[in-house]
T-cell receptor, first 110, second 113 residues
């Protein structure tokens, strides 16, 4: 059974700081996805990572994938308040759809 | 494109009643997924369809839950009879091929009292 673990589950940080969210998964997979969810809203796709060493950046967010270590990171650079949300990583295990981590609840304070 | 469309957005029902949730995937997408989100269990995959055929329903919690996809543009998730523990947000998602990711609908917030 594929397991996906995120840490931290809760993160409070100040604007302007950098931080990294980690996503570990238990079985071989080359496909990892990051989503953002605002309170009461749906899941918004941020990144699709499809191969070992993949790195993608959008604004202050950068995601990377190391399939050998079964690890993905989501790095936040110079955080701003608008990035406050819950961030999920999800791994595609075979043909079984996505298995999600528990999410990282991120609060960025002015 | 209007994205994945779910209805209703909110549903409040009494225990024992039948509840039907609806989903219209993005046109051209060939896979459809139903997820349930709760505080305790997070996001759980209930069932998914490929080309309208149910592939894996192992996530469906009980026989009270059933899902259908009669055509490429419509799917339903039915709970009969509903129970308070079914209260959750139910998301539908669709995809074409994995490299483009999965697009989620706005969700249906179900409250069973």
């Amino acid at each position: 059974e594929l397991k996906v673990e995120q840490n931290p589950l809760f993160l409070s940080m100040q604007e302007g700081k950098n931080y990294t969210i980690y996503c570990n998964y238990s079985t071989t997979s080359d496909r990892l996805y990051w989503y953002r969810q605002d309170p009461g809203k749906s899941l918004e796709s941020l990144f699709v990572l499809l191969s070992n060493g993949a790195v993608k950046q959008e604004g202050r967010l950068m995601a990377s994938l190391d399939t050998k270590a079964r690890l993905s990171t989501l790095h936040i650079t110079a955080a701003v308040h608008d990035l406050s949300a819950t961030y999920f990583c999800a791994v595609e295990g075979g043909a079984d759809g996505l298995t999600f981590g528990k999410g990282t609840h991120l609060i960025i304070q002015p | 494109d209007a994205g994945v469309i779910q209805s209703p957005r909110h549903e409040v029902t009494e225990m024992g009643q039948e509840v039907t949730l609806r989903c219209k995937p993005i046109s051209g997408h060939n896979s459809l997924f139903w997820y349930r989100q709760t505080m305790m269990r997070g996001l759980e995959l209930l069932i998914y369809f490929n080309n309208n055929v149910p592939i894996d329903d192992s996530g469906m919690p009980e026989d009270r839950f059933s899902a259908k996809m009669p055509n490429a543009s419509f799917s339903t998730l039915k709970i009969q009879p509903s129970e308070p523990r079914d209260s959750a947000v139910y998301f539908c998602a669709s995809s074409l091929v994995y490299r483009y990711g999965y697009t989620f609908g706005s969700g249906t917030r179900l409250t069973v009292v």
